[in-house]
């Protein structure tokens, strides 16, 4: 059983905007009867470059006809400017959340709004993402597009990666090459960093520097893995070289947790931002 | 809200007479059957009597009935037990709509050096007997082929696979989990060395199942333990489980004529009058043989976990090989493996009845699931007119 929020029922209850649309000034269609998701966007867009009418098709599950029915709302008497700010994680947080699982029905959303979008604007709509080598077969999905994904969601294992676009959700032979582009990703990033470290000359940072060193170490080196086991950590506050944490989720109560704070936490943060810092945990 | 359970091959209620004779054995007969008193002496008496109930209803003798915990601990010692006692011997011979009790053991297997042989089924999901045979090597432990299957309710001819099998030499070990009291097993008239059956398939409680070992079949334990089961399964008896397991079982023996006749014909008119109302839709195995209770049902241009869901509203509990509804992507391996369209898998439905299946509770779906259908058609940018219908296959059989 999934655990749907109200806001979910509610759109897949009663979508809002189902239907077809005379003569739409804009369509956009993605999916395919065989992903098992697809969903046509209509718009009518008047003469101020707003979006005066929505219409959605959707085939797919509680979740994809929930995420339609929601972009709808939420662009409806919008510009296309404004339309094309929409994230897929907005369409999410307006259905108060979507089960992980889940996430590439948000995905579709966008996806079928930039479509549209670019079918308003007569350009044939080619993403750097559709192009490249398809890397998951059972659907279609390519090397570009799992990176995109990668970069943008901060994903770092492949079941993210299936949640997100589908791909290695099938056969699952693809998973080395995803776990490849994975490695690749976060290993030239880390390669940056490294370069741009030993780039920096050897001086001490600056406060606000250095908080920025460890917000941005934790959500890259530390978080992504706190979170595969089902745990989270939350920076609450640094004084001088003093560094306080409180643990989440699954951590929090974790009787190994305190060798997760020095051997995985303090290790990140001194290899990352400055050898000297003392990581603690704060009870919050 | 009125409920509609045609869930009955995930789980079934438990029979209030299975209940009944349950209850003693919680807080008054709790003694350890094991133990030299006669107060949990008696008990052992009635742990007996569960076998011989057990062992009735598949036509085999008590002593070659094992309790176990489920049918996933049925299956695993079936197969893990002989390949432990014929080490020599690398070799399994499976089928791809196997429950993954046996699916992913064997995958597991697989990928720890031994070689396993996986037969597909044809568009009816029916075996290819011929291939079977092909298939049995020299160095073939076992072959390990589902009786009904789970998900289509289609039967394989697991007597004849299991002459085929003895005339080879080999084990057959048969998941039978969803046939035993759906349809008549005869082990003494059977070739069949191994079977594995669950109590909450067949109105007994969840956490107890059996697995029959032909008599002379030497297999390795798989929980190893104290002395219980002779040896052959560590661990102190479920008693009131077992309890409740025997009384299913006679139970089932004299509901088994009812199956075939009334829980079949509320069946047959629950999925002509379903596909009659909501066209473009094909039932899963029609041309096989299949279990008397079972329906599943593809219904085109829409996603079964929104079928689900809509159904959940009215009160209908159902089932769906649908991506979106297993926390997977992949839609059910089996309808994969029949070869039914990706677009048909998506959209499909399985409803399975039991003996406390009303008329009523049939018609009240016949009522309210083509409805679902159409309403979640008319928001489906497919339809049949649509330019994708080319790869669909359009008709039901």
């Known amino acids: 059983m999934w655990d749907y929020s109200e806001k979910v029922k509610d759109h897949f209850l009663n979508p809002r905007n189902v239907g077809d649309m005379e003569n739409p000034d804009a369509v956009g269609e993605v999916g395919s009867l065989a992903c098992g998701d697809a969903l046509k966007l209509m718009l009518k867009i008047d003469a101020g470059d707003v979006i005066s009418d929505v219409k959605f098709k959707t085939f797919g599950c509680g979740s994809a006809i929930a995420s339609a029915s929601a972009l709808t709302e939420m662009i409806k008497g919008k510009t296309i400017a404004e339309a094309e700010k929409v994230a897929d994680s907005d369409i999410a947080e307006y259905l108060d959340g979507l089960p992980e699982q889940k996430m590439h029905c948000s995905v579709m959303g966008r996806e079928a709004l930039e479509a549209a979008i670019a079918n308003y604007r007569g350009i044939k709509l080619e993403k750097a993402v559709d192009e490249g080598t398809i890397v998951c077969k059972c659907f279609g999905v390519t090397d570009n597009k799992i990176a995109h994904e990668v970069r943008e969601h901060k994903l770092t294992t492949i079941e993210q990666v299936t949640n997100y676009c589908k791909a290695g959700g099938g056969c699952q032979s693809c998973h080395p090459q995803i776990q490849a582009i994975i490695d690749e990703i976060w290993h030239k990033e880390k390669e940056k960093e490294i370069i741009k470290k030993a780039q920096k000359p050897v001086k001490k940072l600056t406060n606000i520097q250095k908080m920025k060193l460890v917000q941005e170490t934790i959500e890259r080196d530390i978080r992504p893995a706190l979170l595969a086991d089902g745990g989270d950590i939350e920076l609450i506050d640094i004084d001088g070289d003093r560094v306080m944490v409180s643990f989440r989720g699954s951590c929090s ?10 051997s995985t936490v303090e290790a990140k943060l001194r290899e990352f931002v400055t050898d000297t810092l003392i990581v603690e945990e704060v009870l919050s | ?30 003694g350890n ?7 949990g002496g008696q008990v052992a008496k009635k742990i007996d009597k569960a076998r011989q109930q057990v062992a009735d209803i598949i036509g085999a003798r008590p002593e070659e009935i094992l309790f176990t915990s489920c049918g996933t601990e049925s299956d695993n010692t079936a197969i893990l037990g002989i390949l432990r006692a014929n080490p020599g011997k690398r070799h399994i011979v499976t089928s791809r709509v196997e429950h993954p009790a046996v699916y992913n053991l064997c995958t597991y297997l697989a990928q720890n050096g031994y070689h396993v042989t996986e037969l597909g089924v044809d568009r009816n999901g029916m075996l290819n007997v011929d291939e079977l045979s092909e298939s049995v090597r020299e160095d073939t432990a076992i072959v390990s082929i589902m009786h009904a299957n789970n998900e289509t309710g289609v039967i394989f001819p697991i007597e004849e696979i299991a002459g085929i099998v003895k005339q080879k ?4 070990h048969t998941d039978a989990v969803q046939a035993v009291g759906k349809i008549p097993i005869n082990l003494a008239e059977s070739a069949i060395d191994l079977l594995t059956l669950s109590g909450h398939k067949l109105h007994a409680p969840k956490g107890v199942g059996a697995l029959y070992i032909r008599k ?21 008896e479920n008693v009131p489980s ?5 009384k299913a079982c006679e139970l089932a023996k004299k509901f088994m004529a009812e199956e075939q006749t009334r829980v079949k014909q509320l069946r047959d008119r629950l999925e002509s009058e379903i596909v009659a109302k909501a066209p473009d839709a094909i039932i899963n195995g029609y041309k096989s043989p299949r279990l008397p209770n079972t329906t599943n049902i593809s219904f085109e241009y829409v996603e079964g976990e929104a079928i ?13 090989g649908s991506a979106c509804t297993s926390g997977s992507l992949e839609p059910s391996h089996v309808l994969r493996a029949m070869g039914v369209p990706f677009t048909a898998v998506h959209g499909s439905i399985r409803l399975s009845l039991s003996r406390y299946t009303t008329t009523d509770d049939v018609e009240y779906m016949i009522e309210h699931l083509p409805p679902v259908v159409r309403r979640l058609r008319e928001i ?18």
Do not use: W
């Open chain 1, 253 to 262: 109560s974790c009787p190994s947790s305190g060798v997760t704070l020095k």
């Open chain 2, 1 to 30: 809200m009125k409920v509609v359970y045609a869930d009955n091959n995930a789980t079934t209620k438990v029979a209030p007479e299975v209940l009944e004779e349950m209850l003693p054995f919680f807080s008054e007969y709790y």
């Open chain 2, 33 to 39: 059957p094991s133990s030299m008193h006669i107060f």
């Open chain 2, 169 to 172: 030499g080999t084990f057959l």
């Open chain 2, 216 to 236: 002379g079949t030497s297999i390795a334990p798989f929980i190893i333990g104290g002395h219980q089961e002779k040896n052959r399964r560590g661990g102190t």
């Open chain 2, 242 to 246: 077992i309890i409740g397991l025997g």
């Open chain 2, 308 to 320: 689900l869901l809509l159904l959940n509203e009215k009160g209908i509990c159902a089932s769906s």
């Open chain 2, 380 to 397: 489906s940018p497919y339809n049949r007119d649509s330019k994708f219908q080319g790869h669909i296959s359009a008709g039901y059989i």
